[in-house]
């Protein structure tokens, strides 16, 4: 899931660059990375990417059971063309269309393979030129491929969750500040407009300091998330925030920063435990 803006077209060269950038120099507009203490397992540790995968489903299609959203793919009438897949990869915003281009790449002759020149043409619209009417059947047929959805985790992890894992560990996070990153990159990108993640975060520092320069970190999770309320405000699509109200925000409350188990929360009015 992306943000429809006039820039969607370029937020691919975008990613690509916020990617090359967070590999290359993980704290953003800072001189120096920062190495965090030894602490308990960060989101990439695989339970704790398990409960990261969950907590988004619950948010993203009203479901614990992530794995089940590979074939999931609707026109959610927010701008952004179709969204499907196990983290609302968008046919206005290019990492759908990245997506299909990946698993072209690995499985040539695909059912999916024949739409992308229309994926392309379509790319910063919600338009389903092209698409429509086989797109969705086809979509659905190859989340039965194996191959598919593995094109689905990695492209979620290239350009969500690896560089949100980074980021969060150069600010000096720990795994709760990592999936707070992580969620608004899910929801709002990265870019150069008011409400991506990367303006969010700048947002956030002029409120409070990250433990990486010196600041507070609970302080620091608390501007985050008030920053990113405001940026899910500024679009009608986004303005129920109870993803962060009921949920991220009671994690924080309660201390737990290494998003330990057992959890509750709700989203839009649902509830949800885990073990």
Not at 17 to 32: D, E, H, T, Y
Not at 34 to 45: F, I, T
Not at 62 to 87: C, F, H, N, P, V
Not at 134 to 154: E, I, L, S, T
Request: net charge negative; charged share 25%.
């Amino acid at each position: 899931m992306q943000p429809f803006t006039a820039a969607s077209a370029s937020r691919r060269t975008l990613l690509a660059l916020f990617g090359a950038a967070m590999a290359s120099a993980p704290l953003l507009g800072s001189p120096r990375a920062y190495a965090a203490p030894d602490r308990a397992a960060g989101l990439d540790d695989p339970a704790k990417k398990e409960i990261a995968m969950k907590l988004v489903s619950s948010a993203e299609n009203s479901s614990l059971d992530w794995r089940a959203q590979y074939k999931y793919i609707e026109d959610i009438g927010d701008g952004r063309g179709y969204t499907a897949g196990i983290i609302g990869f968008c046919s206005g915003t290019g990492d759908m269309l990245d997506l299909v281009e990946l698993y072209a790449a690995r499985r040539p002759g695909n059912v999916l393979a024949r739409y992308l020149p229309a994926l392309r043409e379509v790319d910063g619209t919600d338009s389903h030129e092209g698409l429509d009417p086989g797109y969705p059947g086809d979509w659905r047929r190859a989340a039965r491929d194996g191959a598919f959805q593995q094109a689905q985790n990695d492209e979620r992890d290239r350009v969500y969750f690896d560089p949100a894992v980074r980021q969060g560990r150069a600010d000096g996070l720990r795994t709760l500040g990592q999936f707070a990153y992580y969620d608004a990159l899910v929801m709002h990108g990265d870019g150069t407009d008011a409400t991506s993640f990367r303006s969010i975060r700048a947002r956030a520092l002029r409120s409070a300091q990250p433990p990486s320069r010196g600041g507070d970190e609970v302080r620091y999770l608390h501007a985050f998330l008030d920053a990113r309320v405001w940026a899910m405000k500024q679009e009608e699509a986004h303005s129920d925030t109870s993803r962060v109200d009921t949920a991220q925000r009671v994690f924080l409350r309660a201390g737990n920063l290494d998003l330990d188990t057992p959890l509750d929360w709700r989203v839009y009015g649902d509830s949800y435990h885990l073990d």
